[in-house]
């Protein structure tokens, strides 16, 4: 059974920092591109990070400079590294796992960023 489980997720003021987490199981991690997505209400999910099996990355303009994304396929983990958190991050936080067509979500995290 194929599980993607996301950590990390809390509420945070403007300009602090999270470090959300992805475990993945059921799958042979290292071969799968993983992405982080958010949605926030009534908006589209949207790519936030993204890491391809060699390590190379992107990022959405957004958040470019304040976000890191990481891989570990040790530990079969995917990680988040959230700096100078804006309200505007405020969303539900989820990882995806692709390899070719076939793709896995996990169940989100929420990140919520007030004073």
């Known amino acids: 059974q194929v599980q993607l489980v996301e950590s990390g997720g809390g509420l945070v003021q403007p300009g602090g920092s999270l470090r959300l987490s992805c475990a993945a199981s059921?799958?042979?991690?290292?071969?799968?591109?993983m992405g982080w997505y958010r949605q926030s209400p009534g908006k589209q999910r949207e790519l936030v990070a993204h890491?391809?099996?060699?390590?190379?990355?992107n990022y959405a303009d957004s958040v470019k400079g304040r976000f890191t994304i990481s891989r570990d396929n040790a530990k079969n983990t995917v990680n988040l590294q959230m700096n100078s958190l804006k309200p505007e991050d405020t969303a539900v936080y989820y990882c995806?796992?692709?390899?070719?067509?076939?793709?896995?979500w996990g169940q989100g995290t929420q990140v919520t960023v007030s004073s």
């Open positions: 995806k796992g692709t390899w070719y067509s076939v793709s896995y």
């Open positions: 890491i391809t099996t060699d390590g190379s990355t």
């Open positions: 059921g799958i042979r991690f290292s071969i799968y591109a």
